[in-house]
């Protein structure tokens, strides 16, 4: 996105001091920024502050905010519940490298909710999760590979960034035999050969091979949902039928619920399709916008640290992220915090369904009413390779014209929109229905001049 297709697509907004900001910022910052994802050159939007549903940039615009950090902020922003807690535990110091009750309780509440993990531990990133995680599957069964599925997103260590979001979709190769395609330089060759990727959604590709691999693959890790390409659901069966397998083979079932966890359901997505996992990877909703993560799963098979697997952290359960993750998950289990964020993805889902059924335009909305993307095609997605042919030129036109108008979806077409318990307050539902309304016109509208 640049600040030149924003300004032509939908009402000018004030600019000013963010410009000034981000030519400030990439004299300090690769990108003036510390993510590549939030590098959007000129048109980088830089927060002030964000309350409930919504968020305000360093020139005071508003937006209603459909990115919410990418799913951490489930209840919404500055939740005073959360925070004040927080602020209350903090006061007693922040980090020790010893062991709080915070902690304990955090890692008791993981397990309460999700009714199937045995043992789990706290650290401060969905990345450090599922590193975590692959590791001590390799030493559960004495295996190197990794299988994982094209298209899905499970961090930035090296073990993750295999086959994640090409534009190419020939780059992932053959359809039977995916590349080992690396996103990004840095990466070893040896490590990507670790790591096999499959198509999500085709089981019976996945049998082929375990069959031919089978004896050398730890584990398969999987985003129940795949939330990297708007929150493309498993076909029937799916969940069921990998589980089947890894049984089968001697194979570990990793649950990446980083972004589905304590969102599809109290249990998370394990929950939601009524799979039990051997080990699940936990972040974003479970601190509220905290850096709260964990990993965990079968007794056994954690059991194995700390005598013979490598694991710590100097900042793993601090004090602010273990108070937080206590706060958010007392509040998701005693309230129907998540019942609400359902219905509210519902009634945007059906005002949207409103605004594109008179245009004739073939779409299909995905994923869960909490998280959930719009694609503009003619059929039901399955996996990351029908991403390529779908009208993404249209979504991210219609995504830059809403933050235009006052609304935040991602500006890529891959990345789903994200409910919180806040968004249900006022009019926000009309107001984001609205917004999308006029940002679809103007984008028809610009589409048939040409533009």
């Not at 890692?107 to 999760?129: D, I, K, P, Y």
Request: charged content about 25%; glycine content about 10%.
């Amino acid at each position: 996105m640049t600040a030149e297709s924003a300004a032509t697509i939908g009402p000018a907004r004030k600019r000013d001091v963010q410009l000034a900001t981000w030519r400030r910022a990439v004299q300090v910052m690769p990108g003036g920024t510390d993510s590549n994802f939030r590098a959007w050159g000129e048109a980088t939007i830089y927060v002030d502050r964000g309350k409930g549903g919504t968020v305000w940039d360093l020139d005071g615009n508003e937006y209603i905010d459909l990115r919410m950090g990418y799913g951490p902020v489930i209840l919404g922003h500055a939740d005073d519940r959360v925070d004040d807690y927080v602020n209350e535990r903090m006061r007693q110091g922040v980090s020790f490298s010893l062991t709080s009750e915070d902690e304990i309780r955090a890692n008791e509440l993981v397990q309460e909710l999700t009714g199937w993990v045995e043992m789990s531990r706290l650290t401060v990133s969905g990345t450090e999760a599922t590193m975590h995680a692959m590791r001590v599957a390799r030493a559960f069964t004495g295996r190197d590979k990794i299988v994982k599925f094209e298209g899905q997103y499970h961090g930035v260590h090296d073990y993750a960034l295999i086959s994640v979001l090409p534009n190419n979709i020939a780059d992932l190769g053959d359809a039977e035999n995916p590349s080992r395609l690396a996103w990004g330089r840095g990466i070893p060759a040896a490590v990507a050969d670790t790591v096999i990727p499959a198509r999500y959604n085709n089981v019976d590709q996945l049998r082929r091979l375990f069959e031919r691999e089978g004896h050398d693959i730890a584990a398969i890790i999987v985003e129940p949902v795949l939330g990297n390409a708007q929150g493309i659901m498993p076909q029937p069966g799916f969940h069921e039928a990998m589980r089947a397998l890894t049984r089968e083979f001697g194979i570990l079932l990793i649950f990446d619920e980083v972004k589905t966890g304590f969102r599809l359901a109290k249990g998370g997505a394990a929950e939601y399709f009524g799979i039990t996992p051997d080990l699940g990877t936990f972040a974003k909703a479970m601190g509220n916008g905290y850096p709260a993560a964990a990993f965990g799963g079968r007794r056994d098979i954690m059991s194995l640290m700390p005598a013979s697997v490598s694991h710590g952290g100097t900042y793993a359960g601090n004090r602010i992220a273990a108070a937080a993750a206590v706060r958010t998950l007392e509040i998701l289990r005693d309230t129907d915090a998540i019942a609400t964020i359902h219905r509210t993805g519902e009634a945007v889902q059906a005002g949207i369904r409103s605004v594109l059924d008179p245009t004739g335009l073939p779409y299909v909305i995905t994923g869960h009413p909490s998280m959930f993307g719009i694609m503009f095609t003619d059929r039901v997605p399955r996996e990351y390779r029908d991403w390529a042919t779908t009208d993404h030129e249209l979504y991210d036109a219609i995504a830059v014209g809403m933050q235009a108008r006052g609304a935040m979806p991602e500006p890529d077409s891959r990345e789903p929109w994200f409910m919180c318990e806040a968004h249900a307050r006022g009019d926000t539902v009309d107001r984001i229905v609205s917004i999308f309304a006029a940002s679809v016109s103007a984008a028809l509208e610009a589409r048939s001049r040409g533009h």
